[in-house]
């Protein structure tokens, strides 16, 4: 029986996978890079300008003072950490009859940890409900990418009801330099009374 199981949850993890790496590769291809396009964030210095530098880099002040052309220098921001936020609260168990809203929820996190792992950034995985549920951090690597895949699929969470703000706050206080979020959340929060 135990075997059984394991077969069918290897099957809906590939199928999950088959079905949103054609989703990278159609909808996700070349707009991935597009969004963070630039110089880098990290400022390394200054040093001497160089015919053919940029003359946007400029440093005025240090030009100024030494009498000479200096440019700002960056560091390329190499690798992205991605986390993505999944709500496994109760109200994503309901859907049409053909998927769930947990099933559609799943595939969204597939293909962004696919595209993620593509484009060699890490990636890391934050299940919440009204408690955060399960936290894995940033990693790189198809193992890695399958294991998010299969959490989303068929972790059981404890709690029935979504507190976003939870989630947020520990994002927050887990994340110690820049990285992307991905909030997935079906936003449906419980009914409170009068007052």
Do not use: C
Not at 162 to 174: E, H, P, R, S, Y
């Amino acid at each position: 029986m135990e075997k059984q199981k394991t077969r069918e949850i290897l099957r809906r993890v590939r199928q999950l996978e088959v079905r949103t790496n054609r989703l990278v590769d159609e909808l996700l291809a070349g707009s991935y890079h597009s969004i963070f396009k630039g110089r880098g964030m990290d400022f390394a210095g200054v040093r001497e300008y160089v015919p053919g530098d940029d003359v946007r880099a400029i440093d005025w002040n240090v030009t100024a003072r030494a009498g000479r052309a200096h440019v700002k220098t960056f560091v390329e921001e190499r690798e992205l950490k991605i986390l993505l936020l999944v709500d496994v609260s109760a109200s994503n168990d309901f859907g049409s009859i053909e998927r769930s809203k947990r099933e559609w929820i799943a595939e969204l996190g597939a293909a962004l940890a696919l595209s993620a792992e593509r484009n060699g950034d890490k990636v890391g995985l934050v299940l919440f409900s009204d408690r955060v549920e399960l936290f894995v951090p940033p990693a790189r690597g198809q193992a890695h990418v399958l294991r998010l895949i299969r959490e989303l699929l068929f972790f059981e969470p404890e709690g029935r009801g979504t507190d976003v703000g939870a989630a947020l706050d520990f994002a927050n206080g887990i994340l110690h330099r820049r990285a992307v979020l991905f909030l997935i959340s079906d936003f449906e929060l419980p009914e409170r009374g009068p007052g």
